[in-house]
């Protein structure tokens, strides 16, 4: 394999599909950590020319980790449709690029590729494509889902209500999942970080939601983001659960990391369809975000983009009702500043749903990072104009346990009524008949958590 | 630093007064209350004075934005039992001014206090030596998180001569991304600790304090220690107001290669809405008892104690 063009008269020359795509990586610390990052301007472009002229079929030989040596690459690679592989397989990434972008490639025709993908190939036409790309062909893609409601239809934003605790207190959860209900965020989920993973206590903050959710009769899921083996004892033991939470990384060493495998989700997503007390058919929830696979040493000289699309490859096999990047939380040695994680959350809204999952996005950032709340108010709007289904809701964007800023319960509304969004339509009809919302906008009883005291 | 009469300036005062209740608000030019904690002036006037009193205060963090809601006390009550930002109210779909402002605040604290320093008083009082990774300053550790997980070769050599070998359990402390995490908790639960270890019989190693410290460095150092479980008491990176929440790391035998998978953990420790830490200094020997007795950490023991229990 030859891999080399000549970019102002200087020869510059890759060694193999890996480092072309590494290489033509938007700038990020974490690839720069890793080694892996192009070593100037020049030879960024140089590995994209390189890139544009690698058919799609090549990229497929070439996964980030061998097929033998690892379960997500047999995941993602045993799933592809080969009917309509063999149509797209002499494409190069360029063209694939102009294709995503022509007027006359539609969704459903997007949607249909996507079963042909790997991670690998999502991610090496992100690398060719502009933040307005990004927003432009995302924005040309739904992927909707059900469980006792229905996101990512067309002209809503979803906001998951995430009511943490430092210390799980359920009376304190309680009022804050109120204070967001009051603002009309929790469409998506009603979804707990618990600070204690133990089955007990994560039962508890279950059968709490689930007791809000009948009282109120609202329609949407409950979920504790416990390690799913805990989730999965809590079922066991009867208690009430929405939605089963696990974070993914892309490489099967890097799923180790985080104490999960295939073999695993599989056994998770089967108890949910068995005991979840939702209607489905989507019953899982899965977080992701650039640069999981490094932090666990376990992402092969790939980067950290790569790595991310190999997620949403796996994530597919479980028919996620939702997905979403973390995408600052990580921190500043793999985004450092609020340029890199602006680009990463388009790519990785880009990537979810090019692979063709309901994809969202926490656009967030700690406060080791070169970032404010200015900074992801952007992309909060970027994304909402590129069809994002959903964004987290925290009273003023500040996490009370998880030590980290994200969207406030203030921002979707805000969002809905800039950009002429809607909340999920079940959702949205109990907030018209309880009188929260009136023609889209909130009314004056809307933001006033002592609203649900009344029941 | 004007002192001319904007009205946006006369808008955020009005509010800002407003949340806290202080009587006199509108532009009355009269004293502002107890205390004389604010006046305003009329627009009129030359002589314009703005003199605030300080929105970080808990009794004015507690004030209430909602207009007219339901059941004030009720949303009082809601309110008190978290320290999440809960009944702030609007400004159509926004915030209102003054809780914009306290958030920019709050963030603007934990910045310039990211870089603070562990000060020697409070190793000595523990006997701490201080060691470092391999990080060399602040930015490097900042970007580059593999260099905080490894012990630098003088760092190694002064563990290997100064530390006890193989003892039961081998204490370390590091700044982590909260120096103040630290300085607030370490004399609450250092003594907590040691003394529950001591009264379940454990051997306790050569304390030390790691200098620009990652959570991974428990692996290396046990690699000179060879303790049967590692402690790790690290700061976490600062949050808007809680700029001093410490963690406890504990592993089973750490080793090169192993995660956050086979350990066990205790975050949010502060007194500042998390676990106090006298409280999580029990936790903490409650846990090691039980990783000990075990022979397992992290995702192995929640699976040795889920089918036991």
Redesign the interface.
Do not use: C, K, W
């Given at each position: 394999m030859l891999l080399r063009t000549k970019l102002f008269g200087e020869t510059h020359e890759f060694a193999d599909v890996k480092e072309v795509l590494a290489k033509a990586n938007e700038e990020k610390?974490g690839d720069?950590?890793a080694g892996i990052a192009a070593r100037s301007a020049a030879e960024r472009v140089a590995a994209r020319l390189v890139l544009a002229e690698i058919p799609l079929g090549v990229i497929r030989q070439n996964p980030a980790v061998p097929y033998d040596e690892d379960e997500v690459t047999r995941v993602i690679d045993d799933a592809v449709n080969e009917t309509v592989f063999g149509e797209i397989t002499g494409w190069t990434v360029g063209d694939f690029r102009e294709w995503l972008l022509a007027d006359t490639t539609t969704g459903d025709m997007i949607r249909r590729v996507s079963t042909a993908l790997t991670g690998e190939m999502v991610a090496g036409v992100t690398k060719l494509m502009s933040n307005l790309d990004l927003i432009h062909a995302a924005g040309k893609i739904r992927v909707s889902a059900h469980c006792q409601n229905t996101i990512g239809l067309p002209g809503t934003l979803a906001s998951r209500n995430q009511?943490?605790?430092?210390?799980d207190?359920v009376?304190?959860?309680?009022?804050?999942i109120?204070?967001g209900l009051a603002?009309g965020s929790g469409d998506r989920v009603i979804g707990i970080n618990p600070?204690d993973?133990s089955?007990g206590s994560v039962s508890r903050l279950l059968e709490m939601t689930y007791d809000v959710i009948q009282r109120w009769q609202i329609p949407t899921q409950n979920c504790l983001l416990a390690?799913v083996?805990?989730q999965m004892?809590a079922m066991r033991r009867g208690a009430p659960v929405g939605l089963v939470f696990q974070s993914l990384a892309g490489s099967q060493k890097a799923m180790?990391?985080?104490?999960v495998s295939v073999a695993m989700m599989d056994e998770a997503y089967a108890m949910a369809q068995k005991y979840c007390w939702t209607a489905g058919p989507n019953y899982m929830y899965f977080e992701t975000g650039q640069g999981t696979a490094l932090?666990?040493d376990a992402h092969y000289g790939a980067d950290q983009l790569v790595m991310e699309a190999r997620i949403y490859g796996m994530a597919k096999r479980w028919k996620p009702f939702q997905v979403n990047t973390v995408v600052g939380f990580i921190?500043?040695?793999y985004l450092?500043d609020s340029v890199q994680i602006t680009r990463a959350g388009l790519e990785d809204h880009f990537m979810g749903k090019l692979t063709g999952i309901s994809m969202g996005c926490d656009a967030c950032y700690?406060?080791?990072a070169k970032a404010?709340?200015n900074d992801i108010e952007n992309l909060a709007v970027l994304l909402s104009a590129a069809g994002c289904n959903y964004f987290m809701g925290?009273?003023?964007?500040?996490?009370?346990?998880?030590?980290?800023?994200c969207t406030?319960y203030?921002d979707a509304?805000?969002l809905?009524?800039t950009l002429g969004l809607r909340p999920l339509p079940e959702f949205e009809g109990w907030m018209e008949d309880l009188g929260l919302i009136k023609d889209g906008r909130?009314t004056a009883?809307?933001?006033?958590?002592?609203?649900f005291?009344?029941r | 630093m004007s002192t001319t009469n904007s009205p946006d300036l006369e808008a955020v005062v009005r509010a800002v007064l407003r949340e806290l209740g202080v009587a006199g608000t509108e532009a009355s030019g009269g004293p502002a209350g107890p205390g004389g904690a604010a006046t305003a002036g009329a627009p009129s006037s030359g002589d314009l004075v703005i003199d605030l009193p300080d929105p970080t205060l808990p009794e004015a963090r507690r004030a209430l934005g909602v207009v007219d809601p339901v059941d004030p006390e009720g949303l009082r009550n809601l309110c008190a039992t978290t320290t999440a930002r809960l009944g702030v109210g609007r400004a159509g779909p926004r915030p209102r001014t003054a809780s914009l402002l306290l958030f920019q605040a709050d963030h603007g604290v934990t910045q310039d206090a990211i870089y603070g320093e562990v000060p020697e008083d409070v190793k000595a009082r523990f006997d701490l030596f201080t060691v470092r990774t391999r990080a060399a300053d602040r930015a490097e550790y900042l970007l580059r998180p593999d260099l905080g997980r490894l012990l630098s070769d003088e760092a190694r050599a002064t563990v290997a001569e100064r530390c006890v070998h193989g003892p039961d359990v081998q204490i370390c402390v590091g700044d982590g991304l909260s120096a103040a995490a630290i300085e607030n908790n370490l004399a609450d639960i250092y003594p907590v600790i040691v003394q529950g270890l001591r009264s379940a019989g454990l051997s306790i190693g050569t304390p030390f304090f790691i200098e620009n410290c990652r959570v991974g460095v428990m692996n290396d150092v046990n690699r000179v220690v060879d303790a049967k479980l590692v402690l790790l008491l690290i700061g976490e990176r600062p949050g808007l107001g809680i700029a001093d929440a410490m963690s406890a790391y504990m592993g089973f035998h750490p080793e090169p290669g192993k995660t956050d998978a086979e350990r066990d953990l205790i975050c949010m420790i502060t007194t500042h809405g998390g676990t106090n830490p006298l409280e999580a200094g029990a936790f903490v020997v409650d846990l090691v008892r039980k990783t000990l007795q075990h022979g397992a950490s992290g995702v192995r023991l929640r699976e040795l104690t889920a089918t036991t229990s």
């Open positions: 610390s720069q950590q009511p943490n605790h430092p210390t207190s009376d304190g959860i309680r009022a804050t109120y204070e603002y600070s993973d089955v390690h083996t805990t004892e180790e990391a985080f104490g932090s666990a921190g500043p040695e450092y700690t406060n080791h404010t709340q925290v009273p003023m964007g500040d996490d009370a346990m998880l030590s980290y800023q406030s203030h509304p805000s809905r009524q909130l009883r809307a933001g006033d958590a002592s609203f005291l009344q | -």
